[in-house]
């Protein structure tokens, strides 16, 4: 049985810090690519950022410089440190592997909301 469980989520003021990570197990965590998502009230979901399983990283450009996507294939892990959070992070974040070779296979965690307010 595959599983993503994120955590980390919360209430944080504007500028300040939260990680979260996500454990994955049922999967050949290596040959996947891991993602994070978020999406806000009435808006679609959308990719944060994203570790290939190359070790190549990508960004949406309204977090570039603040988030930080990182994966650790000897624990099944991927974190997304996130850094001077401001009111328009809020959401609710995903967690996403997603497998490309041949077939396309994918899979999500149930979320966690991450709320930027004073």
């Known amino acids: 049985q595959v599983q993503l469980v994120e955590s980390g989520g919360g209430l944080v003021q504007p500028g300040g810090s939260l990680g979260l990570s996500c454990a994955a197990s049922?999967?050949?965590?290596?040959?996947?690519?891991m993602g994070w998502y978020r999406q806000a009230p009435g808006k679609q979901r959308e990719l944060v950022a994203v570790?290939?399983?190359?070790?190549?990283?990508n960004y949406t450009d309204s977090v570039k410089g603040r988030f930080t996507i990182s994966r650790d294939n000897a624990k099944n892990t991927v974190t997304l440190q996130m850094n001077s959070l401001k009111p328009e992070d809020t959401a609710v974040y995903y967690c996403?592997?997603?497998?490309?070779?041949?077939?396309?296979?994918?899979?999500w965690g149930q979320g966690t909301q991450v709320t930027v307010s004073s």
């Open positions: 049922g999967i050949a965590f290596s040959m996947f690519a």
């Open positions: 996403n592997a997603e497998f490309t070779i041949l077939r396309r296979i994918e899979y």
């Open positions: 570790a290939r399983t190359g070790g190549s990283t």
